[in-house]
Every structure is written in C-alpha cells, then in structure tokens.
C-alpha cells in the first residue's frame, strides 16, 4: 500500500519521467506537469532543445531505466535502436591512437533522444496512478501559512485562457531542468538560495543528421566513431553516432567557443580538422538529411542544495535543475537517472516525508559527486576553463592521460576505463594496483604518438 496520497513532478522530461516512475511506488497519485504539448510521438519539444542533438546514454544509465522499465531495451530495439558490446564496437580516437576495440561485456544502446524518452514516457502513461497534464506551466509552489512546508504548486494552463488553478500535494519535486527557478521560488519563500558551483567551457554543439546505408558500420569498423581532442592544444572533437530510421547523428563540438560553422563546407571543414579523418571520410560519402543546428553551453552548473541550513518540507529539485554538465561526457541522463534511484531507497528508507530534504540531498549530492568531478576534471584540462577547481585535478588528469594511452593496446585498462565513464564504479578504481602498474607500463612500451595518429578507417583491417 502506497505510504503517501500525492506527489507533482514540475517537467515530463527525462528526469521527470523517471522520478514519476519512482514516486508512482510510494505515493497513491502521481501528476507531472510539462509546460509543452507533449505529442505521442518520439520528437524534440520547445522545452527541450538539447533533445534534437546527439544523446548517448551511459551504461549506469541503461541499467537502471531497466530496473525500473524491464522491456526497455526490447522496445528500443524494436524501436530501431542499435545495441551492442561497448569495447567492440566503439571506434574511439584519443591521445594520439585508436582505443583497442575488444569483448568488454557492457552492453550499450544507441538512439535518439527523443525515441528514448517517448519508450519511457510510453511505459510512465501506462501506470494507473500516473497522468501528465501538458500545456501547463506551474507558477510557484504553495507553502502552508508558516511556510515550513510546501503543500502544492499554482500553474497555469495554455488552455482555458491561461486560468490559474492550484494542485495540492504531499510532495513537489522540482525536475524543470537547468533554467529552474527553484532558487527564486525558495528566494521567495524566505529561504537563501542554494550555492553554486559554475565551471565555465564556453561549449558549443553543431549537430546534423545523414543517411545510414547498409555497409556502413563495416567501412567505419564499430558502431560508432568519436574522436576527442588532444588538450590543451586542439579544442575541437566529434561524435558520430548510428540512430533509428538508418540515420546516423553527427556532432562537432569545441570548448572555448570553437564551435563548426553550419554551412555545408565549414561543417565539413571543422569535420577535417580533428585529431583523426573518420568522422570527415565517412561525412564526404554520405547524403545529408537535415540543417545544421547548434546549441552552446556556457558552463558545467551545479546548485549545492545540500548545503542548505533550512529548506521547506514537501519540496525537492533533482536532475539538470540540481547538476548540468559538459554534454561530451554523456552523463546527464544517467546522473538524473541515479538521483531518482537514490530518491526511491530514501524513500523505501523512511517513514515520514517530513525531513527529506535536507537527507535527499546530502545522498544525492555524493551521487552527482562521480559525474561532476569527472566533467569538471576533465574540462580543465584547458586554460581558458574557469571556476573552482579541485585540489589535485592537473595530476590526476596527467595519469587519466596515461591510462587513455593504455587503452590503446591494453583490455583490461579499457575496460576499467568503460566502467568509470559510464559511472560503474567509483574513479578511483583506477589507481588499483593492478591497473596502475599496467597502465606505467603501457607508457614505458607505448609507440611514439605520430606513428600511432590518424589511420583512416577504411584502410584497418
Ligand atoms: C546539447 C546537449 C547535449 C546533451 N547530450 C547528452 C548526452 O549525450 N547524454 C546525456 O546523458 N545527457 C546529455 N545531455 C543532458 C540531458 O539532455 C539532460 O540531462 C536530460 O534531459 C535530463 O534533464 P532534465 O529532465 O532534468 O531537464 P530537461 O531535459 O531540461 O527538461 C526540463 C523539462 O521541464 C519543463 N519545464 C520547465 N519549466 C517548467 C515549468 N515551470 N512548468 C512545467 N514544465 C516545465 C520543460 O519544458 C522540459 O520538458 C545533453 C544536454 C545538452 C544541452
């Protein structure tokens, strides 16, 4: 029996469905409110205009949108999603050479956001205590007469003349993404706002769509191609991923605002000019199906709500609201992902949502840790990234350099490479001995970093 009456959830974006899923266990009603039409379609809304670019979804991810949705990845093959071994099939230039391509066991998918998201939105609606009500935006939380406790939200729908209407509820949880306005709406309520932490990349996305053919995967030798930039000195890379409907998704990105032009021959030239030919070779064969479309990120963004000495009862915030990060690492989805999880042990942990808060977010803040000290870590490796920087952060990039160059000859190192990025296992399980002393000595063997660049795909065997 569920313990509590109703929960609202502000935004029915990844992290809101998620976080319906779960509270839709513990409360007897869930209402996600989303401020766009919400078609029945896989398809990119106004709200969400990251949506129309390349998403991967981390393998910690993957498993845990199947814990909570078991037929997942079936209905996302039958989708047209492409899965298979993330070690074989990942074509992944970094540090001066390919990483090896070997059986790793971890499973990864590979489709558009919007196909994932409608899968999951499509099993959150067949839920009999969820509904989502679209085309409603809410306005601000409702707090009880002493304000120690929120006890609903006001909104607004875009039908019936904007009319204002307030929804009771037991909990609010707050899953409106990075432009929250949380801090406000706190502000507002007589609390401070949360800290935050802004890690500035300048970060600029160029995105197109191409016609997948048939041979494809075997002329690029995977499923996937992406090369990473050599820092500090090159600034750009590139991700060239397979999606449903024999697409394939392309994204040139650069820090600091180098960002690839959208016109046809700048894309390609940007294309030519990274650490490796792939992406270029296969661009200059293949039928472009889309305009070039851009997106920039100013900064990794992190609102410490944990360090909040009062915060109102019945309110929570989770996903991009609370962390947004650089999107090369791919870590969004998943990081919102395991907050929910988190919320659900908290949840089945307690038996009063009175307190919650403050315990939420001090759990969920170790969550976000992982994510966030492997994004800003890494984005420091250039010089014009600013922001508060950890203790450490220039040595321990130094030795993530030598363990990328491992995992140009060395399965092992690669595949505890894979676990980290794809939030496994703790960093740190990197420096265990047994990957430490092979990662010193690939780099006493390693080739000379000229001999080892840019082999064109199509001449491996
Ligand atoms: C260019 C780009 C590329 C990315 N690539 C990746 C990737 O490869 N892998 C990955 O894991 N992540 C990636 N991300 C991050 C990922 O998109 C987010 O982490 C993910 O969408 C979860 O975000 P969210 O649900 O918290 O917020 P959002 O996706 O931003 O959704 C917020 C929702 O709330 C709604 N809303 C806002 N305000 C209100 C209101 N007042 N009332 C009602 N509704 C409201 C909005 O309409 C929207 O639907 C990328 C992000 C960007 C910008």
Redesign the pocket.
């Known amino acids: 029996m569920s313990k509590y009456t109703h929960a609202i959830v502000?935004?029915?974006?990844?992290?809101?469905l998620m976080a319906a899923r779960v509270l839709s266990d513990h409360f007897e009603r869930v209402t996600l409110?989303?401020?766009?039409t919400v078609s029945n379609l896989p398809e990119a809304?106004?709200?969400?205009p990251?949506?129309r670019?390349?998403?991967?979804?981390?393998g910690k991810?993957l498993e845990i949108m199947t814990h909570y949705f078991p037929d997942l990845p079936a209905a996302l093959q039958d989708g047209g999603a492409i899965f298979g071994d993330m070690g074989l099939s990942m074509r992944w230039f970094t540090n001066g050479g390919y990483r090896l391509q070997f059986e790793s066991d971890l499973l990864g998918a590979l489709m558009s956001?919007p196909l994932l998201e409608w899968t999951i939105r499509q099993r959150v609606l067949r839920l009999s205590n969820v509904r989502v009500i679209d085309e409603?935006?809410?306005?601000e939380p409702i707090a009880a007469p002493d304000r120690s406790r929120v006890i609903g939200v006001q909104v607004q729908r875009r039908a019936e003349n904007g009319r204002a209407e307030i929804l009771d509820a037991d909990l609010v949880v707050d899953?409106?993404?990075?432009?929250?306005?949380s801090p406000k709406w706190l502000e507002a309520l007589g609390y401070a706002r949360p800290a935050e932490s802004v890690i500035k990349i300048d970060m600029a996305?160029a995105t197109r769509l191409y016609r997948r053919r048939p041979d494809d995967f075997e002329l690029i030798g995977g499923n996937l191609i992406m090369i990473s930039p050599d820092a500090p000195h090159l600034k750009r890379g590139g991700f060239f991923f397979p999606i449903e409907g024999d697409r394939w998704i392309v994204t040139l990105g650069g820090w600091s605002g180098e960002g690839a032009p959208v016109d046809e021959q700048g894309f390609l030239d940007y294309a030519r000019s990274l650490a490796a030919p792939d992406i270029y070779q296969m661009l200059i064969k293949l039928e472009p199906l889309s305009d070039i479309i851009t997106?920039k990120?100013p900064s990794n963004l992190r609102r410490h709500y944990e360090k909040l000495d009062r915060f109102p009862d019945g309110y929570l915030v989770l996903?991009?609201?609370v962390c947004?990060?650089n999107?090369v690492y791919?870590?969004?989805?998943?990081?919102?992902a395991m907050q929910v999880a988190e919320l659900d042990r908290v949840l089945q942990e307690r038996q009063s949502l009175n307190g919650l808060a403050p315990h939420y977010f001090k759990r969920s803040a170790k969550i976000v840790d992982l994510p966030w000290q492997l994004a800003a870590g890494e984005d420091f490796r250039f010089p014009e990234t600013t922001g508060p920087k950890q203790h450490g952060t220039d040595f321990i990039n130094a030795y993530v350099s030598r363990v990328n160059r491992a995992t140009h000859s060395d399965p092992v190192v690669h595949r505890a490479f894979l676990e980290v990025m794809n939030l496994m296992k703790p960093a740190p399980s990197l420096m265990r001995p047994r990957i430490l002393w092979r990662v010193l000595r690939a780099g006493r063997s390693a080739k000379p970093r000229s001999a080892m660049r840019g082999t064109p795909v199509s001449q491996t065997s």
């Open positions: 502000i935004g029915g974006s990844l992290a809101g409110i989303e401020r766009d809304r106004k709200g969400q990251q949506a670019h390349l998403h991967g979804l981390l991810g956001r409603c935006a809410v306005k899953a409106s993404g990075r432009g929250s306005s996305y997106h990120l996903g991009d609201a947004s990060f999107p791919g870590q969004g989805m998943t990081s919102a």
